[in-house]
């Protein structure tokens, strides 16, 4: 009996058609419009172009969808602009035989782009370093008919409510003012319900959800008994405000046993400090709080002293955290604090700006009391941050003299594009070098590199303070931009890294989309690429901070062992930016 039941895909096939059909009788009805309908073969087309890394089919189905419905929009603006302009429209022969051609030729060149466009994406892989493994065209293309269709649904009945009420208007003012008013309050309606009322459920919803993850503990992860942890009986931090990334930081780190087996010598325990949402009212008083640890661990007397900014959830690379321990053997301290629970990218629309008050808080109140010991009797001060994070760590500086002023070093990985510093320092470029890796003012203080072994090789002395940025050609993180909606970037138009298909062009508006979904997955993609940085930790932070006695062959067996012993989340969407 089970086996006469239709299959996921036979379901899937009957829906396709059924999709079809109407298409076809809206086509003999010829219910949607001829320029639409070319626009949209257009936008289709455009959009099975690459992007910076492979998309999956359900994502390439959805941009597929999307694109098909902006072309369409296009198609029927540009025949609008040609009516109101008054040019005759082509002989009733004419239309027929184009509709003719485009009801048959159509759906033909849609198979093709489509198909051709998942060959594509296989090409994005190998660039990335990952295997093969074609996307189903045909799901793309179902996912695709059924976006666009709703969207231009949807498109219809907007234009049918803003001419209900431009007539309704037209019973006050003149009927060309009621239907720029029709237009205008339809506009302000959906703006008003995306931007109001669907924001605030779902931040309301990842509210909810995301405060209940706080509160919980990752598995494997024992409360401290260390002094030299936040969260320890010795702590004015408990531990149970530390908040679930808080807790992963401070019990989290190679052990001095483990350090010592790396470096052949004895091994100091590492100092982690932290001061999670709950463990003061606001940020200034969590700053506060990570510099009384600070002073309560003995952090001023070690080596190596990183004031760090945390991601979305408050979370912190272990890769990156264990390398400066191992380097150091332990002789080093790392202070950060919490400004939100939720993941990065819903944290930067509504967290931005306590993520930059965090960082400027937390680094001036350390830089203040570590400005008030010796010079020769006090750590390297370093200013750190992966992706969101980096953007609060930059925070507290307005330009490179006033970082180099302030810090000892400084290590920014997969900054994100709206970084006033990044940005700033990224428009004033030496002439001739590409904007995915920059060269500033000849690589003296500010270097750029996709790995830790770039920032070394560059010709050139490379004076103290070091700054580093390690950034991909390939990570949307850092190329995710508004100016996307309407202006090809710089890293488009230049000679282009190496991850980055040549295949790859500017779109309006349908190059932010593939962008903005990119980042949904960019922690996916092996290794070197994307947003995944876990592979140049050991060779960025010698670079930055200098640490005695460590060879190449030495650094090389480092990174092996983190990278065996330490894993980045691969989920599309996990907070690791």
């Known amino acids: 009996m089970d086996a006469d039941r239709p299959t996921a895909v036979d379901r899937a096939r009957r829906a396709a058609g059924s999709v079809l059909g109407a298409v076809g009788r809206w086509f003999a009805r010829r219910e949607l419009s001829w320029p639409g309908m070319l626009g949209a073969l257009l936008g289709l087309a455009a959009a099975m172009t690459p992007s910076l890394l492979p998309r999956p089919t359900l994502y390439l189905g959805f941009i597929a969808g999307v694109g098909a419905a902006l072309g369409y929009a296009l198609g029927v603006l540009v025949a609008w602009v040609v009516r109101r302009t008054g040019l005759p429209l082509p002989p009733a022969r004419v239309r027929r035989v184009a509709w003719r051609v485009l009801s048959w030729a159509g759906p033909v060149l849609a198979v093709v782009v489509v198909v051709v466009g998942c060959q594509w994406q296989d090409d994005v892989r190998v660039l990335v370093g990952e295997e093969r493994r074609t996307s189903s065209a045909f799901l793309v293309g179902v996912l695709a008919l059924a976006v666009g269709l709703a969207l231009i649904a949807l498109g219809r009945a907007l234009r049918r409510l803003s001419r209900r009420v431009s007539r309704l208007l037209g019973r006050w003012v003149p009927a060309s003012v009621a239907s720029l008013l029709g237009v205008v309050v339809v506009t302000l309606l959906v703006y008003w319900l995306a931007a109001g009322v669907l924001f605030r459920v779902v931040v309301d919803v990842a509210d909810s959800v995301y405060a209940g993850t706080n509160a919980g503990t990752p598995d494997g992860v024992e409360p401290v008994t260390s002094p030299l942890r936040s969260g320890s009986p010795a702590s004015a931090v408990s531990w149970d405000s530390l908040g679930r990334q808080g807790r992963a930081f401070v019990a989290g780190g190679p052990s001095t046993d483990e350090i010592a087996e790396v470096t052949g010598e004895r091994a100091t325990e590492p100092i982690r400090v932290y001061a999670g949402l709950d463990s003061a009212d606001d940020a200034a008083g969590r700053a506060q709080l990570a510099v009384e640890e600070l002073e309560r661990t003995g952090a001023f007397d070690r080596s190596v ?273």
């Open 305 to 577: 002293l990183v004031v760090a900014g945390a991601t979305g959830t408050g979370w912190t690379e272990p890769q990156q955290m264990a390398a400066l321990e191992y380097l150091w053997g332990g002789d080093t301290a790392i202070a950060t604090i919490q400004y939100s629970f939720l993941p990065s990218w819903l944290s930067f629309l509504v967290d931005a700006d306590r993520a930059s008050e965090a960082g400027r808080l937390l680094f001036d109140a350390v830089h203040a009391r570590w400005a008030e010991l010796p010079e020769d009797d006090r750590p390297q001060l370093v200013s750190y941050g992966l992706s969101l994070g980096s953007f609060a760590a930059q925070a507290p500086f307005g330009s490179v003299g006033d970082l180099t002023a302030r810090v000892d070093g400084a290590l920014y990985v997969g900054t994100p594009n709206f970084t006033p510093l990044w940005r700033t320092i990224t428009a004033e470029r030496d002439p001739g070098s590409p904007q995915w890796q920059p060269v500033v003012d000849d690589g003296r203080t500010v270097r750029f590199a996709s790995d830790g072994t770039g920032l070394v090789t560059q010709a050139g002395t490379w004076d103290s303070p070091r700054v580093a940025y390690l950034q991909h050609a390939s990570d949307p993180v850092v190329w995710w931009s508004w100016d996307l909606l309407t202006r090809q970037p710089d890293w488009l138009a230049e000679p282009r890294g190496p991850d980055v298909s040549g295949r790859v062009r500017w779109f309006p508006v349908l190059t932010f989309v593939q962008v903005t979904v990119d980042q949904f997955f960019g922690v996916s993609v092996p290794d070197g690429h994307g947003h995944n940085y876990a592979s140049q930790v050991v060779a960025a932070w010698a670079a930055v901070t200098e640490p005695p006695g460590w060879t190449d062959a030495e650094l090389a067996d480092l990174q092996s062992l983190i990278d065996e012993t330490l894993t980045l989340p691969t989920l599309p969407g996990a907070d690791v930016g």
